[in-house]
């Protein structure tokens, strides 16, 4: 499977900034997807990030709160904007393996808004 | 709505005995099935797929389907404190083209020395 990693992998932030997470992956990979996992709950998915096109949004995240860019097919980043407490989660990103809906997940990125 | 449910848990089992994860899920188009294990503070990694009706045996963990009864479900034998962890199911979303996946919402495993 490929190798994922994020960056930042924790981070604590003020209330009102934003903060970009970087997910890079070692080959190229057809899907991208990012997660929210939120303190002893289960994964929630944000958005399906799509190499030269938009991302698509799951019901109740939009694209001003949560913008997402893939420019190529091992890279992808997301935005959390405008952050308040309630955005203190792990966010994940994973992509897809051999087949369609094989996903790996990256390290995380724990973040903490204060 | 699609849903996938999971045993609340938490599940605890003596070491060497035999832990049963189960998980059903609402839609029948789903065709593929995944069992993640998550350790705390970690992220889930991928350990049984299956697609097939039937059992799949992988080392000590067997994860068995019925799609019939819309029920997938995670053996591991032998448990050793070292699988101790949450166990994800998720599910294929057969509507979405993208490769989505359903999550259910985890059990808790416990493996006691």
């Known amino acids: 499977s490929a190798v994922i990693s994020q960056k930042p992998s924790r981070d604590i932030c003020q209330r009102g900034t934003s903060l970009t997470i970087q997910c890079q992956v070692d080959?190229?990979?057809?899907?991208m997807f990012w997660y929210r996992q939120q303190p002893g709950q289960s994964l929630t998915l944000i958005a399906t990030a799509n190499q030269g096109s938009e991302a698509t949004y799951e019901s109740g995240f939009v694209i001003d709160k949560f913008p997402i860019s893939r420019p190529n097919l091992t890279f992808s980043t997301l935005t959390v904007s405008n952050m308040s407490p309630e955005d203190s989660s792990i966010y994940l990103c994973?992509?897809?393996?051999?087949?369609?809906?094989?996903?790996?997940f990256g390290p995380g990125t724990r973040l903490t808004v204060t | 709505q699609k849903e996938v449910e999971q045993n609340s848990g938490p599940l605890s089992v003596p070491e060497g005995a035999i832990a049963s994860l189960n998980c059903t899920y609402s839609d029948r188009g789903s065709q593929s099935f995944f069992w993640y294990r998550q350790y705390s503070g970690k992220s889930p990694e991928l350990i049984m797929s299956i697609y097939s009706n039937g059992d799949k045996e992988d080392g000590r963990f067997t994860a068995q389907l019925n799609k019939a009864s819309q029920y997938v479900s995670l053996l591991i034998r032998d448990s050793q404190p070292s699988d101790s962890a949450t166990y994800l199911c998720a599910v294929e979303d057969p509507y979405n083209q993208g490769g989505k996946l359903i999550f259910g919402q985890g059990t808790e495993l416990s493996v006691k020395p």
């Open positions: 080959s190229q990979v057809t899907m």
């Open positions: 994973s992509v897809t393996g051999l087949t369609k809906y094989e996903q790996y």
